[in-house]
């Protein structure tokens, strides 16, 4: 995903931010900026996974760029919940 810039970070980030938060039902507490912060990192946190896993993610052209976003974001959002919610719990 390096090869965007980051015009193409932005906005492959922001839509699979806006998703990934549709799927996960947060999207009423999200703007535009959080959507976009949370598909950035979520392509970072994606991307280190799959690398872990021996996937080869440099060439993977900009759908695999996309899907890796939404999954990292999903999986962000996630975690989020999590902790947010055993937070709450106290």
């Given at each position: 995903m390096?090869?965007?810039?980051i015009i193409g970070w932005i906005i492959?980030?922001?839509l699979a931010g806006?998703?990934?938060?549709?799927i996960m039902k947060t999207d009423a507490q999200q703007g535009i900026l959080l959507n976009i912060l949370v598909g950035v990192v979520g392509g970072l946190l994606?991307?280190?996974?799959?690398?872990?896993f021996g996937v080869d993610v440099e060439g993977g052209g900009l759908w695999f760029?996309?899907?890796?976003?939404?999954?990292?974001?999903?999986i962000l959002l996630f975690l989020v919940r999590l902790v947010t919610s055993r937070r709450a719990m106290r």
């Open positions: 390096l090869g965007l810039g492959i980030g922001g806006w998703i990934a938060s549709k994606g991307g280190f996974l799959l690398k872990l760029s996309f899907f890796t976003c939404l999954g990292g974001a999903v």
